[in-house]
């Protein structure tokens, strides 16, 4: 469970406040979609709730952790072990190939040769890709690099998945493709999972989305209604969403 | 996944790894070619040395001639000069005169020689004369009035000259025997000491169609050649080897005979890190003489040799020096700037949970390989430059303690003092090669690990120092 307090976070000495007193929590297994205009903290966020920057206060939390407080090789063991990324230019690495891309999500959990192999193998198989394995990224088009990347972020089974603009270069049907398999993966296997996007139709796949403006978050009272029935949403305050 | 990354990443940037690689090849290659140069440069010098200094001498002692002493005309001669200029001897005498001279070194007497030999540390000390037969044939021209004597007068004469060393028959080590080899006949022995035989090198004798049983006139004696000898290649030999006692006998320095003297005293130490202390033990015993040891003797050597191991020593050395400096800079540079095209990489992969050790790790092992490979390729470059050397390189000149012309070679004389001069100067000739000795070759290997090394530290150091959130924010 993610729980953030007061988050804020500031740039270039204090001139520019990206963040300003974010408070959220995410349930286990809960899936918010956080919009908002280009530039108003939204990346941020993710980046503090993955772990990869600190806030200048407040605390994120994930499973009791604080990832602000923790030592950078700390923070690194929980993104390995807890957190899968999915990035909008996909973020492959351009000289190796699917099934290779796959397998560095594996390297530092110390899972040796032919084991993260298969397992790479197998994530690339769920995502549809099994004949694309040893592809290289630029061989394959956008939308199936995104499925190497959620292979990738998935083939660890995380408890958490952040997606930053996950169909922001895609095109609408492969959109609808990426949406969908973000969803099934959402449901099997039980993960928390926010996703920034400007895309409506994404965020309206979500239990419940959020606005980001100016640094700060608002979560909207509307959820998806085929999606909320696979765990009820409760918000800082208690509520239970809808 | 290491192997696997580091190979694909230096597939997919082959033509940066090859750069990096050959740049550094370059430097590798040229610090094997100049080490091999400089190494053949050592054992050129040292061919030298041990050719003129003998197996097991460690010292030797001499005396600087006397000003105006061993003009190089021979004492004979100069009375015979007098003799025509005073009209004793007419014009169309003929002139042969042969004279056993000591042209090159001042005396030194037995006593000296004896004094040398009791020196602490001091195990073995033998005496050899270093002298040059002189013979000057001609037939004396008509002087004619207001003529000075030159021209006409010394293009009437000409003149040979070999060398001669007076050795110890008793003891050939040390002296300037020590190293040589009988090839035929026989070497000197005991009875040997006052007799009219002698030795002769292998080059004169093949030059003078000399064999053993040969006669030669030395000093206007017939001695007989009982030996051929053969002294280590590269060295530059006296024509000739006679006892000691018949040297002293026959030869003069300018009037004066050499009854008991010797110009050279070979001295052996009695371990190596005692030489400087007997050098200057005989430095103090005597003051005027010359005491010289293998350290002294290198700083002598001039001609090609010295200038080629100037050359590897300052020039090659710093050119190396600024050819690695470059190799390594420009592989520093471009692996920093690979680094800087992968910030998004690198992200990524600490955005997934490598830890920047691991990311640090991998920029080195590549930096490693492409150093490692400019090494393999520099190996190649060095032997292929030292082969070129081996076969381009011209041979070499030694020149060894080269007496000074003395002031009085001017006018009639000067031209027959000139080559006695040359005569007594010890001028050897070597092939240069450039032999890639093992330690070169670890050298080399050595540079490629510190230079990729070097890069991958500045790429790694790059790399540690990004931070994850670099990878989310290209994107925002």
């Known amino acids: 469970m993610y729980r953030l307090s007061g988050v804020t976070k500031e740039y270039s000495h204090g001139t520019v406040l990206a963040l300003r007193g974010v408070d959220l929590e995410v349930p286990d297994g809960g899936w918010l979609a956080v919009r908002g205009p280009t530039g108003h903290g939204k990346s941020t966020l993710l980046q503090l709730m993955g772990g990869l920057d600190r806030p200048t206060s407040g605390t994120v939390e994930l499973d009791g952790r604080d990832l602000g407080r923790l030592s950078d090789t700390a923070v690194t063991r929980v993104r390995a072990d807890l957190i899968g990324f999915v990035f909008q230019a996909f973020n492959l690495i351009p000289t190796l190939t699917a099934v290779e891309n796959v397998e560095t999500a594996l390297a530092p959990l110390g899972i040796r040769g032919a084991q993260r192999r298969r397992r790479a193998a197998e994530a690339l198989a769920a995502v549809g890709l099994a004949d694309r394995v040893h592809h290289l990224p630029s061989e394959l088009s956008g939308g199936q690099q995104q499925r190497v990347a ?13 997606a930053d603009e996950p169909t922001g270069n895609l095109d609408e049907d492969t959109r609808d493709d990426i949406i969908a398999l973000l969803e099934g993966v959402w449901r099997e296997q039980h993960l928390t999972m926010v996703v920034v996007t400007h895309d409506s139709v994404v965020a309206a796949r979500a239990q419940r989305t959020g606005l980001m403006r100016e640094g700060q978050l608002t979560l909207a009272a509307r959820t998806s209604q085929d999606v909320q029935a696979v765990l009820p949403w409760t918000d800082a305050a208690g509520q239970t969403g809808n | 996944m290491f192997w696997t990354y580091l190979r694909r990443e230096l597939r997919r940037r082959v033509r940066q790894a090859v750069f990096i690689a050959l740049g550094l090849a370059l430097g590798i290659g040229l610090v094997i070619t100049v080490t091999s140069a400089a190494t053949g440069v050592q054992n050129a010098q040292a061919a030298v040395l041990h050719s003129l200094y003998g197996v097991g001498t460690d010292l030797t002692v001499t005396q600087p001639p006397k000003q105006g002493a061993g003009s190089g005309l021979t004492f004979g001669f100069k009375q015979q000069i007098k003799q025509v200029r005073s009209g004793q001897i007419a014009a169309g005498t003929k002139i042969n005169d042969n004279d056993l001279e000591n042209t090159q070194y001042g005396s030194l007497t037995g006593g000296q020689l004896a004094a040398v030999s009791r020196q602490q540390h001091v195990t073995a000390a033998t005496g050899a004369l270093a002298l040059t037969d002189i013979t000057v044939t001609g037939t004396v021209p008509a ?8 021209g006409s007068f010394s293009s009437s004469f000409t003149s040979s000259t070999f060398t001669v060393d007076g050795v110890n028959v008793a003891r050939s080590s040390p002296g300037p025997l020590s190293s040589a080899a009988v090839t035929a006949g026989r070497n000197f022995g005991q009875a040997d000491a006052s007799a009219d035989v002698a030795l002769a090198d292998s080059g004169y004798a093949t030059a003078e169609k000399l064999k053993t049983g040969s006669t030669v006139e030395v000093g206007s004696t017939s001695f007989k050649i009982v030996g051929i000898v053969s002294v280590p290649q590269g060295s530059s030999p006296p024509n000739l080897y006679i006892p000691l006692a018949k040297a002293q006998q026959l030869g003069t320095t300018g009037a004066a005979k050499l009854t008991g003297q010797v110009n050279t005293i070979y001295v052996t130490a009695d371990s190596a890190s005692n030489i400087p202390a007997v050098q200057q033990e005989l430095t103090r015993l005597l003051p005027s003489a010359t005491v010289t040891d293998a350290s002294d003797l290198a700083s002598q050597v001039t ?54 050790r691991r990311i640090v790790g991998q920029v080195m092992g590549e930096s490693l390989v492409i150093g490692i490979i400019g090494g393999v390729a520099g190996v190649a470059l060095g032997y292929g430059g030292a082969a070129l050397i081996d076969k381009f390189a011209p041979k070499l000149s030694a020149i060894v303690g080269a007496p000074s012309a003395p002031a009085a070679f001017t006018g009639v004389t000067g031209k027959l003092a000139q080559q006695v001069s040359s005569a007594a100067t010890h001028t050897v000739y070597v092939t240069l090669t450039a032999p890639v000795t093992l330690s070169a070759v670890l050298l080399a290997v050595v540079l490629a690990v510190a230079g990729g090394l070097l890069a991958g530290m500045f790429g790694g150091w790059r790399a540690a120092r990004l931070r994850p959130a670099a990878a989310l924010a290209k994107v925002e």
């Open chain 1, 150 to 162: 959620i292979a990738r972020a998935m083939v660890k089974q995380p408890a958490v998945l952040l």
């Open chain 2, 143 to 150: 002087l004619t009035a207001g003529s000075n004597g030159s």
């Open chain 2, 303 to 356: 001609g090609s040799v010295g200038s080629a191991a100037s050359l590897a020593d300052n020039l090659g050395k710093w050119l190396s020096v600024a050819v690695l400096v470059a190799a390594f800079g420009l592989a520093i540079l471009l692996t920093m700037a690979a680094v800087a095209r992968r910030v998004r990489e690198f992200g990524t992969l600490k955005a997934i949970g490598w830890r920047s």
